[in-house]
């Protein structure tokens, strides 16, 4: 194939306009097998915009996104879940009315059309695994209990399990830590680097202590375009990024 | 920790089937000894709405998609009933003194010389119980198709539903030559040789719908106790979360949807079976409208509470209406402000709130966690 990639993740001329606006403006950039890439950028920059087009929440307005050399933007959100990419929102995500087990149930991935839904069978392997995820994101103690009443640090982990259960090659947080607790963040800074084994991640988030920590490359944005990439040490002596972001 | 699986949840007693054992008890023993078959035709006549109600407590409750044109399928499943029953008392003979014997009264009246082609089939009786659920849900289908696949949802849905309502009343009132128009269809009498209108006829009826009734309720009950009832509950918290784990949300919604008028349609053929007759006066806004009500006042996420809502607002607009035939609107739209305001979760929300506590500390029963019950958020559960 003539413009085929071995990325995990290809997004190439990306843009996206609301009523002339360009939130998203001819972006590429690449994601690494095993490579956890962060997406920084002042407010309005457009990031949570570049998740929301990979996921298929927004349509493209032109350009391209590969995974595994598929093309997403023509596909439906379910299809792109099973394709392998998984997403987490910026506010907890999740099932408020169900407990801790059931909201990672749901995410179980089987039993996804209606009929394989009703026939669905909680048996061994569905509480094994339920079981292993909750003791990753620290909630064992809380399968029963309903969702609305965990902590917002806890919500947070909650939904990153539903993500992992989904065994997803390519995890999407947008905001992992925000308004955590310093105790909070760093038990995610270590969930996150052990979920990273045998799968990317892309993330967005502010908090420069955290994203020093655990990124492999860091993309900074700028009214929808990149204002620069690399390693964070790279990035972090960059002028024109002192200049839009950092120096505040 | 031991957990109970799906496939065991029949095999035991647990508070939803107790509950229904109780209901299925004041329904099958309690109301035929104690009341009159006047009264119990009418409760009978009360109970056909509940099929509605428990499709709206599924539809609107669990998946939070309000439907107000209930009444549709609850009319369509009504008059495929009424059509074959109608079409038995048209024989040639009974209808000898018609220009053309043999077809509908109201179809002579209207100069129709011959059968309508689409109540040719409805002679036969499999047909007619098979069109009973087929049509209201293959309506739902195309319905919620077009609707939920373009992902039309809240306000906007409750509103198409509506108009759907009224249209398919100008419709049934304006084609009164094929419908039986702003009457409806009249004068039914038998079923298979089996006169209807007899108060032992009556009595049958009343069981068989009894029963029918308690057999939807268990079904229901399977249907939320499935992962599909969690999925349902999950797209009414967080739609698009439900999206992002790889499911494909309409087509939960439609079939949901299409349960629902599955539900209500069979509510509607035993309603024309035991009253004796189908007018659009059960199809437009209002009637859609009304059970909703029934719904809302029972409690929108209980099952039973729903049964019992229906049973409460129907015996207190009898009772208003035989006393004070004006006052009932008001009656029912003040109900309805009280129930949004003051208790949102109906008489199942109260019940759940006030007296089921009490009822569980004295006996001394062991707690829900302690039972190993199945985990079921409280208020998704049947009463």
Same mark, same amino acid.
């Given at each position: 194939m003539a413009n085929s990639t071995d990325y995990l993740l290809a997004v190439e001329g990306l843009t996206v306009s609301f009523d002339g606006f360009k939130a998203v403006n001819d972006l590429s950039f690449y994601v690494d097998s095993n490579e956890i890439h962060v997406i920084i950028g002042p407010n309005g920059a457009g990031k949570t915009t570049v998740l929301d087009l990979i996921c298929g929440r927004t349509r493209a307005s032109g350009g391209s996104i590969k995974f595994r050399n598929k093309e997403l933007t023509a596909m439906k959100e379910h299809q792109i879940v099973k394709a392998g990419v998984g997403r987490k929102f910026q506010n907890p995500s999740i099932y408020d009315d169900l407990t801790v087990f059931e909201n990672l149930e749901i995410s179980y991935p089987r039993g996804r059309t209606v009929f394989g839904a009703l026939a669905f069978k909680r048996d061994a392997a569905v509480r094994e695994r339920v079981a292993e995820i909750a003791e990753m994101i620290f909630l064992a103690d809380h399968l029963d209990q309903r969702a609305e009443y965990l902590s917002h640090g806890q919500k947070q982990w909650l939904e990153i399990g539903m993500l992992l259960i989904q065994d997803p090659e390519l995890l999407m947080l947008d905001e992992p830590v925000a308004g955590m607790s310093v105790n909070e963040r760093k038990k995610t800074a270590e969930l996150l680097n052990k979920i990273i084994q045998n799968r990317s991640v892309l993330v967005i988030e502010h908090d420069m202590k955290f994203v020093e920590d655990i990124a492999h490359r860091v993309t900074v944005l700028h009214q929808g375009k990149i204002l620069s990439e690399g390693s964070m040490e790279r990035v972090k002596n960059d002028p024109k990024v002192v200049e839009v972001y950092l120096g505040h | 920790m031991t957990r109970t699986p799906n496939?065991?949840?029949? $095999?035991r007693l647990d508070g939803d089937i107790a509950g229904i054992l109780l209901l299925a008890a004041l329904l099958i023993v309690v109301l035929p000894l104690g009341l009159d078959i006047f009264r119990l035709n009418m409760v009978g006549k009360y109970l056909t709405y509940a099929f509605v109600a428990l499709g709206l407590v599924l539809c609107w409750g669990s998946a939070g998609i309000l439907s107000l044109g209930q009444g549709i399928f609850f009319g369509i499943g009504g008059y495929c009933m009424a059509m074959f029953l109608k079409l038995e008392a048209s024989s040639p003979e009974a209808t000898? #003194?018609?220009? @053309? =014997? $043999? %077809? =509908?009264d109201f179809m002579d009246w209207n100069q129709l010389k011959a059968l309508p082609w689409f109540w040719e089939p409805f002679h036969s009786l499999t047909f007619a119980t098979i069109a009973v659920v087929a049509v209201p849900a293959l309506l739902a289908f195309i319905v919620g198709l077009a609707m939920f696949k373009r992902r039309v949802g809240g306000v906007y849905f409750a509103i198409i539903t509506q108009a759907f309502a009224a249209i398919l009343t100008i419709l049934i009132v304006g084609q009164q030559g094929y419908t $039986?128009? %702003?009457? $409806? #269809? @009249?004068d039914l009498r038998t079923l298979k040789g089996w006169d209807i209108r007899t108060d032992e006829a009556k009595l049958v009826l009343y069981f068989v719908n009894a029963a029918l009734l308690i057999g939807c309720i268990l079904l229901c009950l399977y249907v939320r106790r499935s992962k599909l009832g969690r999925i349902l509950v999950a797209l009414r918290d967080k739609e698009d979360r439900v999206r992002f784990s790889g499911y494909d949300v309409a087509n939960f919604k439609i079939f949901v949807f299409c349960f629902a008028a599955a539900l209500s349609a069979v509510g509607g053929a035993m309603f024309t079976l035991q009253v004796g007759f189908m007018s659009p006066s059960f199809v437009g806004i209002v009637p859609s409208i009304e059970m909703v009500i029934y719904c809302a006042v029972g409690g929108r996420l209980s099952l039973l509470g729903a049964v019992y809502g229906t049973l409460l607002v129907n015996w207190a607009k009898t009772m208003l209406s035989e006393s004070f035939p004006e006052l009932w609107l008001f009656a029912m739209g003040a109900l309805f402000i009280g129930v949004v305001m003051v208790f949102p979760n109906g008489l199942a929300g109260l019940y759940q709130q006030f007296i089921a506590p009490r009822l569980r500390r004295p006996a001394g029963r062991r707690t829900d966690e302690a039972a190993g019950? =199945? #985990? #079921? =958020?409280p208020h998704t559960a049947a009463d």
């Open positions: - | 496939s065991r949840f029949f $095999g000898k #003194i018609q220009s @053309t =014997p $043999g %077809i =509908p $039986g128009g %702003i009457n $409806g #269809i @009249t019950a =199945p #985990i #079921i =958020p």
